[in-house]
């Protein structure tokens, strides 16, 4: 039977291409649910307030960082959304006292204009943001070498072979509307994918590059870091691909309610937890990595009923 056309963007691949069956087990997951589908590899948390959420989130970067040493340099793989957890890293390694000489940061993508990453002046920037809301507030003795941090600009594949350098403990993100994690969107309805999206096997071939950004994606980040001002978001974006996803020894997302809704923080869970796979939903993908951890804000979950506002 084909698939059905999408919902929100015919000429894409997205989660409402997807059997209806599993779409309605999804909306019925409650939050003792969700923590019922940790099974090996795959590992789901609940914290029942925003500080311990985000103070949690942030000590997976000095758990990380802590690892590295000059023999076995190390490092987290981290998101802008959220970014709550950011100023608590600088204020964790300050507090600390923990020098970074030998630890690492990849930030997993960029807006890109005119097919090149955007400069750290964009008022958009993720780098800049990284920047401002954590390196930029640690003691100059403390951070690390300007070479230690690694952000998909310039040579993408100097910053996919970084990976292979150095250790990644962590790779840390949000989960956007459309269900990816950094701009591993699902891909556009076309060619050899007209009738069907690509095989998980065939999407996690991708690796740090430039891609499309679904509609969706676009039409988030206006709602999220614009006031709405879907003009001024950027169509392309570089970003860390499932290549380098699968050489994290770790892949951690963090759920407080505020980036997807309801309904999407049961779907990946649902599919990742039941090893259903589909690269329209390119989270579920992750149900092939060997170590995965959801982390919810429990009142951040919500419920999937019909209501009228």
Known sequence: MARPISKVAPAWWDYTTLDNELLADAAKLTADDLEQ???????VRMFDTLEEFYLAEALE?????QQATADNPAGICGPIGPTEQL???????????????HAHFWGMDEWTENGTPVPMDHPLSFAKADMELCF????????????????????????SKSFDAVRCVVMQGGQGEVKHWAFNDPPKREGAYQDAP????????????????????????????GGGQVALVPTQAATVG??????????????AGMHDNPFGQRLTALMIGKKVPDSS????LLADH?????????HGIGVCETEMH
């Open 198 to 225: 690509p095989p998980p096997e065939e999407y996690r071939k991708l690796a740090t590059r430039v891609t499309d950004l679904h509609p969706m994606t676009v039409i988030q980040n206006a709602r999220t870091s």
């Open 242 to 255: 499932p290549v380098e996803t699968w050489k994290a020894q770790t892949v951690s997302i963090w759920q």
């Open 290 to 298: 060997p170590n995965v951890r959801f982390s919810y804000y429990r």
């Open 136 to 159: 930029g507030r640690m003691h100059p003795d403390l951070r690390m070498p300007d070479g230690n941090l690694h952000f998909p600009t310039g040579d993408l594949g100097a910053y």
């Open 37 to 43: 589908l940790s099974r090996p590899g795959f590992e």
């Open 61 to 65: 970067y000095i758990d990380a960082w």
């Open 281 to 284: 939903v390119p989270m579920s």
């Open 87 to 101: 100023p608590l890293v600088a204020t964790l390694v300050n507090a600390l006292e923990l020098k970074l000489e």
